[in-house]
């Protein structure tokens, strides 16, 4: 028992050095609920979700948005953004599917991994827009509430990648250097055993440029889609970095994988698009309604007007216009109200 006890102090002292020589993988991804499969892979990728949701819908309530219409934007978001990510993913690594020995029916395991961010976010921005337009809100301004969240939800669902030991880098003796199964190493690496976790640089760097991105929006008071493009300005310049030192199959072009000179371009275009943005339409709007009431459409015209650097005499008339133009419109068709009809007994004369 003594010598038991005396052999703790040196097995306690050698865990650290255990600890800080790699980061092993997990033995399985895997768990079986009677028939049902259990993936770490989807669970990782659901609770992005909904961190991400919960987080945009507080955003978009603070800019005047009605409860739950971001939930109804993230059904159709996240649907058409998972078909756009795998699209990308089958188009941007074809071997895997149309070469030799590729199997297309492997394209539909969209468990297995596979999902290319550079589909998700266009194809699921087309989806956001059809309820977008019916709960009448302006496009620029759930676009901003929501950049946040997406940052969150990437950065989370980036732990998947790590159940299925997917997604890593060259090798590495780093301390944080990542065990890969001999089974799951790319051809010409299986004499190595860790290899850098670009999947985790890339959810760190998620989370820092969420921070950042709070406080360039609080600083500078993007508007008008502006901090929905920093997002994504911000997303490229790491994630071009981290495209450099990954090592699984991608398409080469001049010297690059596809993924690099796509976080180039996509970057080249969030940058025109700020700077577009901030000469058209500099300030922040004041509210996501795209036809708010007549009262809340002159004072949410009064501080754009404000934040676009206008006088305060001219901001409250540009208020008091915008209010008068609401008050004479119809709802939904904007047609001016015809002064010759009156409006009947309890009716409001604007309906």
């Known amino acids: 028992?003594?010598?038991?006890?005396?052999?703790?102090?040196?097995?306690?002292?050698?865990?650290p050095a255990a600890v800080l020589t790699s980061i092993p993988s997990p033995a399985q991804g895997v768990w079986h609920l009677g028939p049902v499969?259990?993936?770490?892979?989807?669970?990782?990728?659901?609770?992005?979700?909904?961190?991400?949701?919960?987080?945009?819908?507080?955003?978009?309530?603070?800019?005047?948005?009605?409860?739950?219409?971001?939930?109804?934007i993230a059904i159709w978001a996240v649907l058409f953004g998972i078909v756009g990510a795998r699209v990308y993913h089958v188009l941007s690594s074809p071997d895997a599917y149309f070469g030799e020995g590729g199997d297309l029916v492997r394209a539909l395991y969209v468990w297995e991994g596979g999902l290319g961010i550079?589909?998700?976010?266009?194809?699921?921005?087309?989806?956001?827009?059809?309820?977008?337009?019916?709960?009448?809100?302006?496009?620029?301004?759930?676009?901003?509430?929501?950049?946040?969240?997406?940052?969150?939800?990437?950065?989370?669902?980036?732990?998947?990648?790590?159940?299925n030991q997917e997604l890593f880098g060259r090798p590495t003796t780093l301390p944080w250097g990542l065990e890969i199964d001999p089974a799951n190493r790319?051809?010409?690496?299986?004499?190595?055993?860790?290899?850098?976790?670009?999947?985790?640089y890339e959810a760190l760097w998620c989370l820092v440029a969420l921070l950042l991105l709070l406080l360039l929006e609080r600083v500078l008071k993007l508007g008008h889609g502006r901090v929905f493009l920093t997002y994504v300005l911000l997303y490229v310049i790491g994630r071009g970095f981290i495209e450099t030192l990954?090592?699984?199959?991608?398409?080469?072009?001049?010297?690059?994988?596809?993924?690099?000179?796509?976080?180039?371009?996509?970057?080249?275009?969030?940058?025109?698009?700020?700077?577009?943005?901030?000469?058209?339409?500099?300030?922040?709007?004041?509210?996501?309604?795209?036809?708010p009431p007549a009262a809340e459409a002159g004072s949410a015209a009064e501080v754009e007007a404000l934040d676009a650097g206008a006088e305060p005499r001219e901001a409250a008339e540009e208020g008091r216009r915008a209010e008068a133009r609401a008050a004479s419109e119809r709802p939904g068709d904007g047609r001016p109200q015809d002064a010759g009809v009156p409006a009947g007994d309890g009716e409001d004369p604007r309906a």
């Not at 028992?1 to 865990?15: D, E, H, I, K, R």
């Not at 993936?39 to 309530?61: C, H, N, P």
């Open 118 to 163: 550079w589909g998700a976010i266009p194809a699921g921005f087309l989806g956001a827009l059809v309820p977008i337009r019916q709960l009448g809100l302006r496009v620029g301004v759930v676009a901003d509430a929501m950049a946040p969240g997406l940052l969150l939800a990437q950065a989370v669902g980036r732990v998947g990648n790590y159940f």
């Open 37 to 72: 499969p259990i993936r770490a892979y989807a669970l990782a990728i659901i609770l992005g979700i909904v961190l991400g949701v919960a987080l945009s819908e507080r955003r978009l309530r603070a800019r005047g948005g009605p409860p739950g219409a971001v939930v109804d």
């Open 186 to 200: 790319p051809a010409g690496y299986a004499e190595f055993e860790t290899f850098h976790p670009t999947f985790l």
């Open 1 to 15: 028992m003594t010598g038991a006890l005396a052999a703790v102090p040196g097995a306690l002292a050698s865990v």
């Open 246 to 291: 990954r090592i699984d199959q991608a398409e080469i072009i001049a010297g690059l994988r596809l993924n690099v000179w796509t976080s180039v371009v996509v970057g080249l275009v969030a940058v025109i698009g700020l700077l577009v943005s901030a000469m058209r339409h500099p300030g922040r709007e004041a509210t996501a309604l795209r036809e």
